[in-house]
């Protein structure tokens, strides 16, 4: 299999230098880089071995070996040994560091570990690649997409090695949803979930994730900790994995993942109404205001998102009604019936219910309440459009 290798240096002499030391046989190609010329070429270069000349560059060698982060074996040389820079490449994910007054002998056989490593990392991108296509894998991060094959797995091996593990259903409120980047969520949760841990992808902004050889009170200790990091809110329901299957696995970390973002609103909703009402001298006269409102807010949306969507979704129907303080938008589809029920009870706090069933079984329950002073037009049609793109899935 040939190789490719890439020399990094601003010293030109440099690449006239280690080319002799390499002895390379002509299917292996050679590419030769400037320190500015890297980020432009940072794709093609996650499947080679790089070598750094980090003479008078020691900070954009460790500033290169921070970016590639242990994806790509980068072997750093320098002309004087110094102890301290070397501790410096180490720490920040070199694979080796080696002078280059190193004799040629030496120089070819420490090559050969990177070599080897850079042949298991193209399989594997290529095994990725695969996952990626058949929509197992997401594109950019390890986060898995199949989400109920992968939990299958999962079960099936915990039940035959009784390893300990913990599942979680993580979201930032629907409130927020759209106002944070999936990306930054992605990413701020792979780089902070141990590596052995699973991240799976259910719908827009939510997440379940597989954390092993750990109990209930260890992960949100960790979750915890973590959390403080992220810049915006996240919430997340934690359950200890025992004998359940995949649909009560679901449904119970979903329960807990509501109790989370409930846990906020039941503290000040009280006390909203209660002021509310003290301004109120006239409750009917209360009532009908908020009836009013109430109407006003809720019928356009659901007849502005029925008419978008209708000839949009191909093989399914929309329904929308709405009487009083009552109304309802459904998807029907041939293997699933998609139901989002809305409620104002007195006017006080309104209420969701939303219900996905797939082949007659429940396969996502949510409940969500919200005090009538924040629920509005905006977040409301937010909501509706995360429950038609949340059907697409089935």
């Known amino acids: 299999m040939s190789s490719q290798i890439v020399l990094i240096s601003d010293d030109s002499d440099f690449f006239d230098f280690i080319k002799l030391k390499l002895e390379l046989?002509?299917?292996?190609?050679?590419?030769?880089?400037?320190?500015?010329e890297v980020p432009e070429k940072i794709d093609s270069l996650q499947t080679s071995v790089l070598i750094v000349n980090s003479e008078n560059r020691n900070q954009k060698t460790i500033d290169l070996l921070k970016i590639f982060n242990y994806m790509t074996p980068i072997i750093v040389t320098v002309?004087?040994?110094?102890?301290?820079?070397?501790?410096?490449c180490y720490r920040a994910g070199t694979f080796d560091f080696i002078p280059l007054l190193t004799s040629d002998?030496?120089?070819r056989a420490r090559m050969l570990p990177a070599l080897n490593l850079i042949s298991i990392l193209k399989k594997s991108n290529q095994y990725r690649t695969l996952l990626v296509k058949n929509k197992i894998?997401?594109?950019?991060?390890?986060?898995?997409?199949?989400?109920e094959n992968t939990i299958d797995s999962v079960l099936a091996e915990l039940k035959e090695s009784k390893i300990s593990a913990v599942f979680a259903a993580i979201s930032p409120n629907d409130k927020d949803k759209y106002l944070i980047n999936p990306n930054s969520i992605e990413t701020f949760l792979i780089n902070n979930i141990r590596k052995n841990d699973i991240l799976m992808k259910f719908a827009h902004n939510k997440y379940y994730l597989m954390m092993f050889n750990t109990d209930l009170i260890s992960a949100e200790k960790h979750w915890n900790k973590i959390i403080k990091n992220f810049n915006g809110k996240l919430y997340a329901g934690f359950i200890n994995i025992t004998n359940q299957n995949r649909?009560?696995?679901?449904?119970?970390?979903?329960?807990?993942?509501?109790?989370?973002?409930?846990?906020?609103?039941?503290?000040?909703?009280?006390?909203?109404?209660?002021?509310d009402n003290s301004t109120c001298k006239n409750f009917k006269l209360y009532r009908k205001e908020r009836e009013q409102k109430y109407n006003k807010l809720v019928t356009p949306v659901f007849y502005r998102l029925q008419q978008k969507y209708m000839n949009r979704l191909v093989g399914v129907?929309?329904?929308?009604?709405?009487d009083k303080d009552k109304g309802c938008f459904n998807i029907i589809g041939k293997h699933f019936c998609a139901y989002f029920n809305i409620s104002s009870p007195g006017f006080s706090k309104v209420n969701i219910d939303i219900t996905i069933q797939k082949d007659n079984e429940e396969s996502d329950s949510k409940k969500f309440s919200f005090d009538t002073n924040e629920f509005d037009e905006n977040l409301l049609e937010d909501l509706l459009e995360q429950f038609i793109s949340e059907t697409k899935n089935y």
Not at 25 to 34: E, G, H, I, N
Not at 251 to 264: D, I, M, T, V, W
């Open 105 to 107: 002998s030496e120089f």
């Open 25 to 36: 046989r002509k299917s292996d190609k050679l590419q030769t880089l400037r320190f500015d």
């Open 137 to 147: 894998l997401s594109k950019n991060n390890e986060v898995y997409i199949n989400y």
């Open 79 to 88: 002309y004087n040994d110094d102890e301290t820079f070397k501790k410096k």
């Open 247 to 275: 649909q009560q696995l679901i449904s119970n970390a979903l329960f807990k993942l509501n109790e989370a973002f409930n846990s906020e609103i039941i503290d000040t909703e009280s006390e909203k109404f209660s002021q």
């Open 317 to 322: 129907k929309i329904e929308q009604d709405f």
